[in-house]
């Protein structure tokens, strides 16, 4: 791309209940079997997060099949709210299928982070049950540093690989699927440092667009997939007063939110 015990309180729809997280499920990396069939997209479309695959638009399964490509239009950016068929537009359409807001809007590169709905159950994950350094993802130690990684699915799936019921914060964000986009499972990814890094910068929109779309907005404290060192990783919190709190790296086994985010 360019550029753990669980904790349960009250995350994103029912595959997030806690029952779930242990599950046993198989993680694959592999385009095709996730759907990106696509060498390119002539209209756009959804890249594979694991390599230069697409789902194209005008493909069902993909689920852009509308007249409009969101993903190109410079109206679809920070608190725009984008839908199945590819379209983004800054009004919620209650007669479509709502996937996200536009959360990252930087360098020709788009992601949407996960609506979350009243109906939905919210649950709290740790970011893993062990003190382990996770070798594919670079430890930040800094703030200054933390911000520019975007790596959320690269980084979400070398915790996996590890063992998913070692990550369950990981594991909850690549489960996801919105109830009307079920087809997106296996896209969804923890979202990097760098991510909300940009999600602060454009906080009163991107709230404003999920409560548009009658979604919880982010008034929590979330995980990254960030990590720090071999027993602390990334997270960042809404509740903070001062900007240099909204980023602090925390033990690994404490229950913060979980929200994913997927690249269109």
């Not at 993909?62 to 410079?74: K, L, M, Q, Y």
């Not at 379209?87 to 359409?93: A, G, H, L, S």
């Not at 788009?110 to 919210?122: F, G, P, T």
């Amino acid at each position: 791309m360019r550029k753990f015990t669980l904790l349960t309180s009250v995350l994103l729809t029912a595959p997030f209940a806690a029952g779930n997280v242990s599950a046993q499920c198989v993680v694959t990396q592999d385009c095709a079997t996730l759907g990106y069939t696509e060498t390119s997209c002539q209209n756009g479309g959804i890249k594979c997060p694991f390599g230069n695959y697409w789902a194209c638009k005008g493909n069902a399964d993909a689920g852009t099949e509308g007249s409009e490509n969101g993903r190109d239009d410079p109206d679809c950016t920070y608190g725009a709210i984008y839908y199945s068929d590819g379209t983004c537009v800054k009004e919620f359409i209650s007669d479509k299928a709502a996937m996200g807001v536009v959360v990252y809007d930087e360098n020709d590169e788009k992601w949407i982070m996960a609506l979350l709905n009243s109906w939905d159950i919210v649950v709290t994950a740790c970011w893993s049950t062990e003190n382990v350094d996770v070798p594919e993802i670079t430890n930040h130690i800094t703030e200054q540093t933390v911000i520019n990684d975007l790596k959320s699915c690269e980084n979400t799936e070398a915790m996996l690989a590890l063992g998913e019921e070692k990550y369950p914060a990981a594991k909850l964000a690549r489960d996801y699927a919105p109830r009307l986009a079920l087809h997106t499972k296996g896209k969804w990814c923890l979202p990097a440092m760098g991510i909300w890094y940009m999600v602060n910068n454009h906080l009163i929109e991107i709230n404003a667009a999920f409560s548009r779309a009658k979604s919880m907005t982010l008034t929590e404290a979330y995980w990254s997939s960030s990590e720090s060192n071999y027993k602390s990783a990334w997270n960042w919190s809404s509740q903070s007063v001062s900007t240099s709190l909204k980023y602090s790296d925390g033990s690994l086994n404490v229950g913060f939110y979980v929200r994913p985010v997927m690249e269109i």
